[in-house]
């Protein structure tokens, strides 16, 4: 399995972003996908996720409301929407994958198999 994530930059307060992660290697019907997010410093935490058959969703309190996450299961994509922006969302930002559905361990970095790369995300105040 191959992740690639990219979509991030510089953006002010308030503005918006769209990532995108490119996955490749595998048919990727009993998947889960995860966004995960890494400041300086501190530990790498969950964003969000999805189930690649069926959609169902879930997300951290801290982004819930303002940030959705989709997909493209013909062009096996998956998206991370942010929206209003604040300068605590700044970190790299990765995605990841698992053979499994969405359970209580989707939100730990340690319940993936495999990740890309990161893009970084700057939320200037």
């Known amino acids: 399995v191959q992740l690639q994530a990219s979509g991030g930059g510089l953006v002010q307060a308030g503005g918006s ?6 996955a490749s290697g595998r048919t990727f019907n009993s998947y889960t996908m995860g966004w995960f997010r890494q400041a300086p410093g ?13 959609g169902s ?3 951290a309190a801290s982004v819930k409301g303002r940030f959705t996450i989709s997909k493209d ?7 991370l929407q942010m929206n209003s922006l604040k300068p605590e ?8 994958a698992k053979n499994r559905a969405i359970t209580p361990t989707s ?4 319940g993936y198999d495999y990740w890309g790369q ?7 105040s």
């Open 118 to 124: 990161g893009t970084q995300v700057t939320v200037s």
């Open 42 to 54: 501190k530990e790498r935490e969950f964003v969000s996720a999805i189930k690649w058959s069926g």
């Open 73 to 79: 299961t013909a062009k096996n994509l998956v998206f």
């Open 17 to 22: 972003l769209r990532l995108s992660c490119a």
């Open 89 to 96: 969302d700044t970190a790299v930002y990765y995605c990841a």
């Open 107 to 110: 939100t730990s970095p340690s």
């Open 57 to 59: 969703s879930i997300y």
